[in-house]
C-alpha cells in the first residue's frame, strides 16, 4: 500500500511493517511475521524494486512480531538489520520481561491470535547478528533515518524520523489499534514492560514535527505527531 511518494506499508492494521522508497534505494522499518516476506516481495515488485534495492532493515523493538523475516533478508540477501543495544538480546531470542495483566476482549484476541499463526508467527527466526543503532544517530541509509530513543515498551524500542517521507516509525511506542481490546485511536501499546516510560518517552517525537505517525499495530496516523502524543497521553490517565 502506498501512503506517500516515499512511503509504503505491508500488512494491515493487526501488524504492520513500512518501506521507505528513495533514489538511493528502500529502507524498512520492522520485519512484522515471518509469512510476510511474500508480500514484500508483492509490494517491492509493484514499486518498480528487488531485494538488491534494499539497503537496511531498522527494528523499532526486538519482539517476534516485529523481527519475522529480519533474519532471512540478513541471512539470505545480506542486509544490515539495526537494532538498539538495550534491545540486541531481545531480537536474538533473549528473555523478555514478564509484563502486569493485560485488558483483553476476545474478538480481538482471536483475530490477533488467528492472524498471527496464518502469517507464521510460531516459525519467528531469530536474529543471529545485528548492527547496534544508538540514539540519536543518522543512519547512512535511504531517507537518512535518525534513531530516537523510546524506551518503555521495551529498554531499546526506538522511534525512526525519516523526514523524506514527514514520518516518524513508532513501533509500540504508541498503538493506533490495541490488538488484545479492538479500540482504535492514538493510545498505549500493550505489553508494555514499563508503562510509564513509555508515556514519558513520547515527549521526545514533538520535536520532529512529523505528519505521519506510524506504529507496528494499527492504522497510520497522519493528523500529525503533537495530536497524537498528547491523545495517548490523555488516554493513559482515563
Known sequence: MKLGPSLHRIGND??????VDTPEGVT??????????????????AMGRTLDDVKGLILTHGDSDHIGFAERLRRDHGVPV????????????????????????PGPVLGFATYSLRKGGLRTTYLTEV?????????????????????????????IHVPVA???????????????????GPQPAPFTDEPEQAIASLRALRATGATWVLPGHGAPWNG?????????EEAAKA
Open 82 to 105: 539495526y537494532v538498539h543495544p538495550a534491545d540486541a538480546d531481545r531480537a536474538k531470542g533473549g528473555k523478555k520481561p514478564t509484563t502486569t495483566k493485560q485488558q483483553m476482549k
Open 28 to 45: 524498512i522499518i520492522d520485519a512484522g511475521l515471518a509469512g510476510q516476506w511474500r508480500e514484500l516481495l508483492t509490494e517491492l515488485s
Open 14 to 19: 493487526i501488524v504492520a511493517v513500512y518501506l
Open 131 to 159: 548492527v547496534e543503532a544508538h540514539d540519536g544517530e543518522v543512519l547512512d541509509l535511504p531517507g537518512r533515518p535518525r534513531i530516537i530513543a523510546l524506551p518503555g515498551h521495551s529498554a531499546g524500542s526506538i522511534a
Open 166 to 184: 514527514d514520518a516518524v516509525f513508532v513501533g509500540d511506542g504508541l498503538t493506533t489499534r490495541h490488538v488484545l481490546t479492538g479500540q482504535v
Open 224 to 232: 500529525g505527531v503533537e495530536a497524537a502524543v498528547t491523545a495517548v
